[in-house]
């Protein structure tokens, strides 16, 4: 895979925990609705959440993928 720009998760491969590490996406932690919340109602700093239909990873910068016809 060179690049991922958004993802979904797999149905039926969430078991509802708020923290994971979903397989195929190594080194990002993806969280749960429920834990945005938590971390907005805490004013927890240090930490950039992204929503996962705007995860983007990039290293080799192609760019976003050419739209299908």
Known sequence: MET???F????GSWRGEDVF????LPGSAVVSA???HFVEQHALKNML??????YIW??????PPRPTP
């Open 21 to 24: 590490f979903a397989r195929g």
């Open 8 to 11: 979904a998760l797999e149905e």
């Open 58 to 63: 990039d290293p080799l910068e192609l760019g």
């Open 49 to 54: 959440l992204i929503p996962t239909e705007e």
């Open 34 to 36: 429920r834990f945005v």
């Open 4 to 6: 991922i720009h958004g």
